[in-house]
């Protein structure tokens, strides 16, 4: 095998990433797709769920703010380094958020 | 790479080496490494801007699960059909900036400043409705600190709202300081993107992004879209609360 070129040796580098275009058809339907999850999140508030109520609303915003992070964001066609990033933030902030809510309900509040 | 070690490489490719774009800046060795490392700072900055909402979130949970039944009925006094339309409205505007970013990946310079400059028009119909929402809570007396009654809470107009006792009709003064600190730090980033938005047309009119490179309509559209991603965790947190009862 003969030595790899300059340019070759670049595209082995962990910063190295092709680049790709999302075109008008992604966006389009994921747009759509917003949009039909905001009238199901609002239809979904009428209905008598008790508890699951809440929980089916943050379902439907996680689902919807993963597509536009996915698609809108472009996440699914960057670099590993990027999806890295982004996961471990997202980990820490739920690892934070979880932390401070198991200190709330593990205490012996009063009334207020 | 020492430059030595380029001089040795095929006569072509230390040609190509030296052929690089006006925008490439001397630190980084190719467009794309360039490109990588701007969006992976713009990411760390959205990562912060996750940490300081979390934060407002957060605090909301906890109230939320303290003083439920105020959170109940001041989620009643806003507007659904105003709330919804206003989510569209993001929806949309997000939506006309990834248009905006294809048309700069797409090097056509109209197509960018006029989906700009419809992200902008859907960004003032936002707060054109947010601030009717908050006018109508002045004049309701709901705006805590400023100007707030208990009294529709604890003798409500509408003869479906249950009647809270006077220190839970207080708490619903914590759901109005929640919805007017998140909405509105909301609204200040959306005064912020539209600024920039103003900017960036005015440049792209100029063929700044679509003779050279990008990069900051890509990081921009990643602001924007963070945006609206607090939205839309905003908009059932604060508006959907209970709506069967």
């Given at each position: 095998m003969s030595e790899p070129t300059h340019n070759e040796q670049l595209n082995l580098e962990p910063t190295h990433h092709e680049h790709h275009v999302v075109g008008p058809k992604t966006y389009g339907i994921i747009f759509g797709t917003l949009l039909f999850f905001t009238g199901l999140t609002v239809a979904a508030s009428y209905l008598e769920l008790y508890t699951f109520n809440a929980v089916v609303a943050i379902a439907i915003a996680c689902i919807k703010a993963v597509l536009v992070i996915l698609f809108f964001m472009h996440i699914k066609y960057s670099s590993r380094l990027t999806k890295l990033t982004v996961a471990a933030g997202f980990f820490t902030f739920l690892a934070l958020i979880t932390m401070t809510l198991t200190d709330y309900i593990s205490r012996a509040w009063g009334l207020w | 790479m020492d430059s030595q070690a380029i001089a040795t490489q095929p006569v072509h490719d230390a040609h190509?080496?030296?052929?690089?774009?006006?925008?490439?800046?001397?630190?980084?060795?190719?467009?794309e490494q360039q490109r990588e490392a701007s969006s992976f700072g713009m990411w760390l900055f959205l990562l912060t801007e996750v940490m300081f909402f979390g934060g407002m979130f957060t605090a909301y949970l906890i109230y939320r699960n303290w003083y439920y039944p105020a959170f109940v009925v001041g989620s009643h006094q806003?507007?659904?059909?105003?709330?919804?339309?206003?989510?569209?409205?993001?929806?949309?505007?997000?939506?006309?900036?990834?248009?905006?970013?294809?048309?700069?990946?797409m090097k056509q310079r109209k197509a960018l400043v006029g989906w700009l400059l419809a992200t902008i028009v859907l960004g003032f119909v936002f707060l054109g409705i947010k601030a009717d929402e908050y006018h109508e809570k002045w004049e309701k007396h709901h705006v805590p600190g400023l100007n707030f009654s208990i009294q529709e809470f604890t003798h409500p107009t509408n003869p479906e709202e249950k009647a809270l006792p006077a220190d839970m009709a207080q708490k619903t003064q914590v759901y109005f300081s929640l919805y007017f600190a998140m909405t509105g730090m909301h609204a200040l980033h959306m005064v912020v993107g539209i600024s920039i938005?103003?900017?960036?047309v005015v440049r792209a009119w100029a063929g700044a992004y679509t003779q050279g490179h990008m990069t900051t309509i890509e990081n921009f559209g990643l602001y924007w879209h963070f945006v609206d991603i607090v939205w839309i965790f905003l908009f059932p947190l604060l508006y959907l609360i209970s709506r069967h009862q």
């Open positions: - | 190509e080496a030296h052929v690089h774009a006006p925008y490439l800046r001397h630190h980084f060795e190719t467009v806003l507007s659904i059909v105003l709330g919804t339309i206003n989510t569209a409205v993001l929806i949309c505007s997000s939506f006309t900036m990834a248009m905006g970013v294809y048309s700069a990946e938005l103003l900017v960036l």
